[in-house]
């Protein structure tokens, strides 16, 4: 009688399948993209929290790209990516005339797409305990390039007749260029004695250690050093507002919410598979808890979906008309196109 074993063709699927499922788990371990190549990322120190963790959480599925997050600050960034130097700049302030002409005179095309929003935040020491509040025209005569104010009783005649220290970003900085346009009235335009620094770790501790100073900075960084900082609510004439997460998204605290934004080289898109998939892992709407993990506020739904249909077009240019827009939302200026 002829019998038929299944075993000898059994064992040849079985390690065909087992081959397979080692292939993949290697794939898995090495990133399993099968990417290759490097992104280059520089600009904002304010925007550098977002696309570390972006790049940290994309390096995890893809092993074989080499991503590099550099801090220059706003202007430094948009210097190296209109020479061509780097795929992507991270900018705290839109991109302005002068930097557009210079990319163009480079031959560089970039799409401009806002990843978050950001409130703008004014602090003082934790010691001080006579400012509750401040208006845009206090912090207009505190600022202004022609400032009288010295002490604080400069400011109101019932404060401490105490000379006030000031910290803030340096000249370099997009948070300096928006705050001077959205308080003072002209990017740019700010009384020069100071202490500046890129370094938004340095503004923290210069606040924290003297009692009488006065500084601002992004929120997020508010919140890692909050038990060391004093925020401060910034009346616009209606009543005074504190940045938190729901104000500065719905557009309460005015004017001193911002969009924090990416600049990507098209050709870089076009001719790297590995940048495309990195802003494509950006504009994953999934990903928006690395935005909030960062201090920062998500974009609402509506407005990931006009930014991603922005980068798949591939709009080149800029919204913003050559510099910040303060007051106008984000809704707008997308559907503008």
């Given at each position: ?7 000898p063709g ?9 081959v397979l499922m080692?292939?993949a788990?290697a794939?898995?371990?090495d990133?399993?993209?099968g990417?290759?190549?490097s992104?280059?990322i520089d600009?904002s120190?304010?925007v550098?929290p ?6 940290e959480e994309?390096?995890l599925?893809?092993r ?6 550099g ?5 430094g ?7 061509g ?6 900018a ?12 163009a005179?480079?031959?560089?095309e970039?799409i401009?797409?806002?990843?978050a ?6 602090m003082?020491n934790?010691k ?6 401040l208006?845009?025209e ?8 022609a400032?009288?104010v ?8 019932e ?9 803030g970003?340096?000249?370099?900085s997009?948070t ?19 202490t ?10 210069a606040i924290?250690g003297e ?7 992004g ?7 909050m ?8 009346d616009p004439?209606?009543g005074?507002v504190?940045?938190t ?9 005015q004017p001193?919410s ?5 600049y990507?080289?098209k050709?870089?898109?076009?001719e790297?598979p590995?940048?495309l ?11 928006g808890l690395?935005?909030e ?6 974009l ?5 979906q006009?930014v ?8 080149t240019?800029?919204m ?7 007051g ?9 196109r």
């Open positions: 009688m002829k019998t038929v074993s299944f075993w059994l064992r040849i699927g079985f390690l065909a399948g087992l080692v292939l788990l794939a898995c371990g990133g399993g993209s990417l290759t190549g992104v280059k600009g120190s304010t550098f977002i696309a570390e963790a972006m790049g994309f390096q599925l893809n074989k790209v080499r991503l590099t997050v801090i220059s600050g706003t202007g960034g948009f210097k190296k990516f209109c020479r130097e780097t795929d992507i700049t991270n705290s302030r839109p991109i302005k005339t002068v930097e557009v002409e210079t990319c005179d480079n031959g560089v970039f401009e797409l806002p990843i929003i950001d409130g703008l935040s004014v003082v934790p001080n305990d006579w400012v509750d509040h208006t845009v206090e912090l207009k005569r505190i600022w202004e390039p400032s009288k010295k002490r604080w009783s400069d400011v109101r005649p404060w401490p007749d105490k000379r006030i220290s000031l910290v970003p340096d000249t370099d997009g300096f260029d928006y705050f001077t346009e959205a308080i003072v009235g002209e990017e740019g335009a700010s009384r020069p004695d100071f500046a620094s890129t370094d938004d770790n340095v503004l923290v501790q924290a009692e009488n100073a006065l500084g601002y900075f929120y997020a960084f508010f919140v890692a050093n038990d060391k900082l004093k925020l401060v609510p910034i004439g209606n005074p504190a940045p997460e729901q104000t500065i998204g719905d557009g309460t605290y001193l911002r969009p924090l934004l990416i990507i080289s050709r870089s898109v076009t790297k590995e940048v998939e990195f802003v494509n892992f950006f504009l994953d709407e999934e990903n690395l935005v993990e960062g201090g920062y506020v998500t609402t739904s509506e407005i990931y006009l991603r249909q922005r980068f798949n077009d591939r709009v240019g800029s913003f008309a050559g510099g910040s827009q303060v106008v939302s984000l809704e707008e200026l997308l559907s503008r």
